[in-house]
C-alpha cells in the first residue's frame, strides 16, 4: 500500500524568504500523480502544485515549485518569495492512476508559518 | 468561481444518533469523495462515488457509513450510529474526470 509522510509538522519563514517542506512517498507503482494542497485557516483545500511521475521536469506554478526525485520518491515543495496569504497548513497527496479509484493519500500536514 | 459547499459547518450529537453530512458538489463533476481528518491526523479516504454507485470504499467505511446522491446535486455521507470515535473534520471532494479533485471546508463533527 503507498503511504505519505511529511515529517515537519511546523515550519516558519521570514516574509520574502524560501521556504522548502518535505515530502516522501512510498510505492511500488511507475506511474502515479502527485500533489500538493493548501488549507488556509477554516478555508478548504486548494491545489497549489501537481506533478505527474511521467514527466521529469519538475512542475512550476509562479513562486511555487516542486523538486521531484523519482529514484529517492521525494517530492518538496519549495515557496519562494514568501507571503503572508502563504500561512496555511500544506498537504502532500499521493494518486494513484490505477483506472477506477482515483482517490488520494495524504500525508500529515505541514503548518507554514510567515513572519512579518 | 464553482465550489464545493458543505453543510453544516459544525454538528454536534450524542453517541449512538444517526448524522448526516451534506455536500453540493460542484455541477458539471462526476467523481464524488468524502475524507475525514481526526485532530492532529492524516487526511484519511473514506469513499469514491461514481455513476450512482460506489466504486471504492476504505476499511473506514464500514456498515454504519453510507452515501447518497438523492437529487442530482447533494451528496450526502451517513453515519448510522455515531461513535465517539467519529469525531472528526469530514472533507467532501469532487473532480470532472480522474483529475483534480476540488474540495469543500468540511464538516466538523463532535461526538459526545
Known amino acids: 500500500a503507498q503511504t505519505v509522510t511529511q515529517s515537519q509538522p511546523e515550519m516558519s519563514v521570514q516574509e520574502a524568504e524560501t521556504v522548502t517542506l518535505s515530502c516522501t512517498y512510498d510505492t511500488s507503482e511507475s506511474d502515479y500523480y502527485l500533489f500538493w494542497y493548501k488549507q488556509p485557516p477554516s478555508r478548504q483545500m486548494i491545489l497549489v502544485i501537481r506533478q505527474e511521475a511521467y514527466k521529469q521536469q519538475n512542475a512550476t506554478e509562479n513562486r511555487f515549485s516542486v523538486n521531484f526525485q523519482k529514484a529517492a520518491k521525494s517530492f518538496s515543495l519549495k515557496i519562494s518569495d514568501s507571503q503572508l496569504g502563504d500561512a496555511a497548513m500544506y498537504f502532500c497527496a499521493y494518486r494513484s492512476p490505477t483506472s477506477g479509484t482515483y482517490k488520494y493519500i495524504f500525508g500529515t500536514g505541514t503548518r507554514l508559518k510567515v513572519l512579518a | 468561481e464553482p465550489e464545493v459547499t458543505q453543510t453544516p459547518s459544525h454538528q454536534v450529537t450524542q453517541m449512538g444518533q444517526e448524522v448526516i453530512l451534506r455536500c453540493v458538489p460542484i455541477s458539471n463533476h462526476l467523481y464524488f469523495y468524502w475524507y475525514r481528518q481526526i485532530l492532529g491526523q492524516k487526511v484519511e479516504f473514506l469513499v469514491s462515488?461514481?455513476?450512482?454507485?460506489?466504486?471504492?470504499k476504505s476499511e473506514i467505511f464500514d456498515d454504519q457509513f453510507s452515501v447518497e446522491r438523492p437529487d442530482g446535486s447533494n451528496f450526502t455521507l451517513k453515519i448510522r450510529s455515531t461513535k465517539l470515535e467519529d469525531s472528526a473534520m469530514y472533507f467532501c471532494?469532487?473532480?470532472?474526470?480522474?483529475?483534480?479533485?476540488?474540495f469543500g471546508p468540511g464538516t466538523r463533527l463532535t461526538v459526545l
Open positions: 471532494a469532487s473532480s470532472e474526470f480522474e483529475d483534480e479533485q476540488f
Open positions: 462515488f461514481y455513476n450512482n454507485e460506489i466504486s471504492e
